[in-house]
């Protein structure tokens, strides 16, 4: 008796310090994120930022020419892919769509796999070029850094943007005729 009493004192006791460990002493459950004044007073008072001193933003300069002739090839490539794709599923939805009953490893199944294969290969250009045009962003970002370029940045964002406008359509009409056949 003595040794369940001392269990179910523990126990409460547990609970207690758990409740008072989780309060703080304005009774909020966590502590503040706010700064505190050892965090922001400085030897001698309070700094004050001079709006002088403060950085001006600069307008993004524009792109050089070399990497408008970029942008423009990866465009394009990027524009040839969704031809080329768009070429190939009005050839192929309609077979898969018929092998959307079909069983698993039946020879229609298998057509439509291999007409999938195909869709995948057709956008290997517009995949590409969404690879290259992220690559290109992520060098000019680490050479704006370093100081060792200027501008471009909107130039590659617009091209990136319509890239992967064009590769999420693909996935989406290549996810759809993938969800008609059964999965083995």
Same mark, same amino acid.
């Given at each position: 008796m003595?040794? =369940?009493?001392?269990?179910?004192?523990? &126990?409460?006791? =547990?609970?207690?310090?758990?409740?008072c460990?989780?309060? =703080?002493?304005?009774?909020?459950g966590?502590?503040?994120?706010?700064?505190? +004044? *050892?965090? =922001?007073a400085? !030897?001698?008072?309070? !700094?004050?930022?001079?709006? *002088? &001193?403060?950085?001006?933003? &600069?307008? +993004?300069?524009p %792109?050089?020419?070399?990497?408008?002739?970029q942008? /423009?090839?990866?465009?394009?490539?990027?524009?040839?892919?969704?031809?080329?794709?768009?070429?190939?599923?009005?050839?192929?939805?309609?077979?898969?769509?018929a092998?959307s009953?079909?069983?698993?490893?039946s020879? #229609?199944?298998?057509?439509?796999? !291999?007409?999938?294969?195909?869709?995948e290969e057709?956008?290997?250009?517009?995949?590409? /070029?969404?690879?290259?045009?992220?690559?290109?962003y992520?060098?000019?970002?680490?050479?704006? *850094?370093?100081?060792?370029?200027?501008?471009?940045i *909107?130039?590659?964002?617009? #091209?990136?943007r319509m #890239?992967? %406008?064009?590769?999420?359509?693909?996935?989406d009409?290549?996810?759809?005729?993938?969800?008609?056949?059964?999965?083995?």
């Amino acid at each position: 008796m003595a040794g =369940t009493m001392q269990k179910r004192l523990l &126990a409460s006791l =547990t609970l207690l310090l758990s409740a008072c460990a989780s309060m =703080t002493q304005d009774g909020r459950g966590y502590p503040s994120l706010a700064r505190r +004044p *050892a965090e =922001t007073a400085r !030897v001698g008072g309070e !700094v004050v930022p001079d709006p *002088a &001193a403060q950085p001006v933003q &600069a307008q +993004p300069s524009p %792109a050089d020419s070399a990497l408008l002739q970029q942008l /423009a090839a990866l465009s394009a490539q990027a524009d040839r892919g969704k031809g080329a794709f768009d070429r190939i599923y009005a050839e192929v939805a309609p077979g898969i769509s018929a092998a959307s009953g079909a069983a698993v490893s039946s020879e #229609a199944w298998v057509g439509a796999q !291999v007409d999938l294969a195909r869709l995948e290969e057709a956008r290997y250009d517009s995949v590409y /070029a969404l690879a290259s045009l992220d690559t290109l962003y992520a060098d000019r970002m680490k050479a704006q *850094a370093e100081g060792s370029s200027q501008g471009g940045i *909107a130039e590659i964002l617009a #091209a990136r943007r319509m #890239a992967l %406008a064009n590769v999420d359509a693909q996935n989406d009409r290549i996810d759809a005729l993938k969800a008609a056949l059964r999965q083995p």
